[in-house]
């Protein structure tokens, strides 16, 4: 029963930041996918514990090269 339950739970918050990251990482992501992503995870880590955790996965070395992306998002 508790295989069951956790197929059916909705991603934790270190789950849902690993996948934003691996948006913002992949090739394949646009700029719509990269946006989107980086409002997902400014939402995350609005509570101290999730920007720590975000912070432990990486995730300032993923934002820094989007500094210099010179994509447009028209």
Partial sequence: MADMES????PDDIERIKENLNYLQSKDSNVTDIEL???NLEDLCHQIDNARDFVILGGLSVLLPLLHDTR???
């Fill in 7 to 10: 197929m059916y739970r909705p």
């Fill in 37 to 39: 992503s980086l409002s």
């Fill in 72 to 74: 447009d998002s028209r």
